[in-house]
């Protein structure tokens, strides 16, 4: 196995992908509920593009773990067999979806009601990306991935920063009025809470199995050290987040310096979810 | 499916020389890759007081593990690629061509039989000599053993003559892949998931 470090593509992978899902998937529920009426905004135009583009950017840097870059679409080959086929086919389905969908957004707008069926289509593939997602690492033989603390991260991840990125869009565009910026607040609390929640429940998980490595001491101050980066950096990112969305008038800095620490704290629990891998056999060093 | 081969590891002979690792590494000029078979070094003990006196009671013994062509391979299932795959005569064999290095199967096997070979940019692993075999011969590493502490051949043979014990420490509960490795334990031999004894040169493997 090569090391975390060269693990890096996998790390902004699974980093940038779950938050460009979820910001779709609220944006959706947003647009398809009508909760106000500059809604659309939020799919069209710059906001729209800059999700599908980060969204691809994503997508095309997990192709640089590979050992070959350019064979990457050979990953497709065992689709329906492989969950890790499964979340590739569903990652390149759900960024042509909304590309499509941004592209043909303004015109299906002028045409009426008719923009919310594809627009709950590319949620659904935002959906189905990070089920897909959740179950590609679950392997019977890697115990700390196989756990479900490690497997509903990417969930977590979608959502967390989906609401964040969404409430900075609204900050910035000086979008939505208080009702539904304590609505997106209160879902940020609820999904901080699975955050906090979810860092707890993996280090049970870590602590049981790192115990036949010899390193095990030196490996869980570690995780305790970067666990507790990660519940600092959640629970004041959305704290800082919060108050940027609160205030009299929304405060974009705020705002903006919550959702970097709460993408921090993400990206953390990305490396640990390769740094504290364990296997039930042989360590990987 | 036809045969089944396997290997059997004599715990209690094996001293830990590495001349089937070196046999394997010439054999398939692997250079930069890492070793396809690989001498893992199991010790624990402890310190025991008697008296007034200390007595320490540690072991080590040595296991030559690679490939164990799984009943129920794990590197295949995770493969995006179809590279990895179980054949008629039992060997997991691994498709350079169709390999796209991204590691999962490395990830997932118990035995770190598949190894990223950084020339190559695939993956590459212990197909158990196939080619020897087809013309009657035994792999290499086997045929190297100053100890004649490896054979090969039939795994139900095998297992007829020496049993099926394969739970050995620090190798993982065969439940898991269902490996085709039938081992002779060492006389302080641990049994799997124990901490009593732990993988002393994981680093070197």
């Known amino acids: 196995m090569r090391s975390v ?8 992978f699974t980093s940038v992908a779950p938050l460009c899902a979820g910001a779709w998937i609220v944006t959706a529920l947003l647009a398809l509920f009508d909760v106000f009426p500059e809604v659309t905004l939020l799919t069209t135009g710059f906001t729209g593009t800059f999700f599908c583009l980060l969204l691809a950017a994503a997508l095309a840097c997990s192709t640089l773990h590979l050992g070959k870059p350019a064979a990457a679409l050979r990953a497709f080959m065992r689709l329906g067999n492989s969950a890790v086929s499964n979340e ?5 389905l759900f960024v042509v979806a909304c590309c499509l969908y941004v592209l043909v957004s303004q015109n299906l707008i002028a045409a009426g009601d008719m923009w919310k069926i594809p627009l709950a289509f590319v949620a659904g593939c935002a959906g189905l990306f990070v089920l897909f997602q959740c179950l590609a690492y679950r392997m019977r033989t890697v115990p700390t991935w196989h756990s479900p603390s490690f497997s509903v991260e990417f969930a977590v991840i979608a959502l967390l920063g989906g609401v964040v990125a969404e409430g900075v869009i609204l900050c910035g565009g000086q ?3 208080g009702t539904v910026r304590q ?32 390193d095990a001491y030196r490996l869980l101050e570690q995780w305790n050290v970067l666990g507790a980066v990660r519940v600092l950096a959640i629970v004041a990112g959305s704290t800082l987040w919060a108050f940027g969305m609160l205030g009299a008038s929304a405060s974009l800095t705020w705002a903006i310096t919550g959702a970097a620490l709460v993408m921090a704290a993400i990206v953390a629990g990305r490396y640990s979810f390769y740094r504290f891998y364990a296997n039930v056999g042989l360590p990987q060093d | 499916m036809g045969k089944q081969y396997g290997f059997r590891v004599n715990a209690a002979r094996c001293t830990g020389c590495k001349t089937c ?21 199991a010790s624990g003990g402890t310190w025991m007081q008697e008296g007034a006196a200390w007595h320490h009671q540690v072991f080590t013994y040595y296991l030559s593990i690679a490939c164990n062509h799984c009943d129920d391979p794990v590197c295949q299932q995770v493969c995006p690629s179809g590279a990895m795959r179980k054949q008629d005569d039992g060997f997991v064999v691994l498709d350079s061509h169709q390999c796209i290095g991204c590691g999962s199967c490395a990830f997932a096997c118990p035995y770190k039989a598949p190894s990223y070979s950084r020339v190559l940019r ?12 087809e013309e009657g011969r035994v792999p290499l590493c086997v045929e190297a053993c100053p100890m004649r502490a490896l054979e090969f051949g039939e795994i139900d043979e095998i297992r007829g003559r020496h049993g099926s014990q394969c739970d050995v420490a620090p190798l993982p509960p065969g439940s898991y892949t269902r490996p085709n490795i039938v081992i002779t334990s060492h006389r302080h031999g641990c049994p799997s998931d124990t901490a009593q004894c732990v993988l002393a040169n994981g680093k070197e493997i």
Do not use: I
């Open chain 1, 5 to 12: 470090v060269s693990e890096w593509p996998l790390v902004v």
């Open chain 1, 175 to 177: 979008l939505g009025d």
């Open chain 2, 122 to 133: 695939v993956m590459r692993k212990c197909d158990g000599c196939r080619a020897r075999v």
């Open chain 2, 21 to 41: 690792e070196m046999a394997c590494r010439d054999a398939y000029q692997l250079g930069e890759t890492p070793s396809f078979r690989r001498v893992c070094e």
């Open chain 1, 88 to 92: 590739v086919f569903a990652g390149v």
């Open chain 1, 183 to 214: 609505g997106l607040v209160v879902a940020e609390v609820l999904c901080c809470a699975a955050a906090v929640f979810v860092v707890h429940a993996q280090g049970a998980v870590v602590a049981k199995n790192v115990r036949r490595r010899r």
